[in-house]
């Protein structure tokens, strides 16, 4: 498998005329070689170079982990500083990803080295997922999901919005979760305006709406949920939003199918949310595609050109924020496959009562 990944890689060095090609995010360096994911910090180099010598130059600390997980590859340990290890081997036209090798980095190599863009080809491999990597999403989807379902029965009379995710956090790793894809998101009332509302002390009252944006990370793949629920009795006009974003929602994923652009579906929940007077307060595109990173190519959105293939995992995700009345998200994770999609989500979309 990573073999097989490393082999794609070299056709773009091929085309591009490069000598190799250095690989510096971690999410990358997982994917070809399957060395443990770390996120966040800057501590192993990928080199794959023309003839098809991959080296992974790691610091002392990272060495035994890499050499007991890495595979294809050879294991370096940089004894004066990964840079300057990477420095002995590479070559004069190398590929970089510009998405995120930071800028020192950039500085240190450029004198010597013709450093080629190839962020966006890295990004295309891995849109389409193989049959390993569905079963592992779909298998951390199934975490969240019931994580989400025995979080909400935890759920109690002046509970804040901190504790709602403790609990659901809790039943993340108890039900396998190695961590989680991105932090979990509570807004309860007054914040469930916010998209990305983490949970603050506040207390959940009565009458108030919740959106909770969750997900599950198993062998280094993202899972994502977003559910909208309520305690007690919700008011009129949040009901109306609801099912406005559900219809929108379930309108998109009939749609779905390889070879539509992801602006024809974003268009498609937009103009849904117009019949009933909401498509102003959708302030965010329509879905990302998931895996290694929980938001990664292709991005489904008004600009979005690219079609949607066989294989892509994508979120649908229409979400309306109405000022002074409230916010309402559904997300589901599904598949794209031949002729259509298959939901990997199975938790309900009906009217939701907690407490
Ligand atoms: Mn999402």
């Known amino acids: 498998m990573y073999k097989e990944r490393q082999r ?26 399957g060395a443990p994911l770390v996120r966040g910090s800057f501590c192993k180099i990928l080199y794959l170079s023309k003839d098809g010598n991959a080296y992974l130059v790691v610091t002392a600390l990272d060495y035994q982990e890499t050499l007991d997980y890495a595979k294809e590859v050879e294991v370096v340990k940089a004894e004066n500083g990964l840079l300057e290890e990477v420095k002995r081997f590479i070559g004069r036209r190398v590929g970089f990803e510009e998405k995120s090798m ?29 049959e390993k990597e569905v079963q592992l999403i779909m298998e951390a989807q199934k975490i969240t999901e019931k994580a989400l379902l ?58 108030e709406n919740i959106i909770i944006d969750i997900g599950a990370r198993l062998h280094g793949y993202c899972s994502n949920i977003t559910r909208t629920v309520f305690f007690g009795k919700p008011k009129k006009d949040i009901v109306e939003i609801y099912e406005a974003v559900v219809n929108a929602q379930e309108a998109v994923i009939k749609a779905i199918k390889p070879g539509i652009e992801g602006k024809e579906l974003d268009k498609i929940a937009r103009e849904i949310l117009r019949e009933y007077g909401y498509d102003e307060y959708f302030i965010h595109g329509l879905g990302h595609g998931i895996g290694i990173d929980v938001h990664e190519a292709p991005f489904i959105n008004r600009k979005c050109n690219r079609i949607v293939e066989i294989g892509n ?24 496959t031949n002729g259509g999609c298959k939901n990997l989500t199975e938790f309900t979309k009906e009217f939701y009562e907690v407490g």
């Open 8 to 33: 794609i890689l070299l056709k773009y060095i091929e085309k591009e005329n490069l000598d190799g090609i250095l690989i510096s995010s971690n999410e990358n360096i997982f994917y070809l070689t």
């Open 102 to 130: 930071n800028y020192s980095m950039y500085q240190s190599l450029i004198n010597s080295t013709e450093l080629i863009p190839a962020s966006n080809y890295l990004e295309r491999m891995r849109e389409r997922k193989d």
């Open 150 to 207: 025995e979080g909400l029965e935890k759920f109690s009379e002046n509970m804040s919005e901190i504790e709602l995710a403790a609990e659901l956090e809790y039943f993340m790793r108890k039900f396998g979760a190695e961590g989680y894809a991105f932090d979990t998101i509570v807004a309860s009332g007054y914040r469930s305006v916010y998209p990305h509302g983490s949970p603050i002390k506040k207390r959940i009252e009565v009458g």
């Open 313 to 336: 995992v994508i979120t649908i995700e229409p979400g309306v924020y109405m000022p002074r009345v409230g916010g309402v998200r559904i997300e589901d994770l599904v598949l794209v």
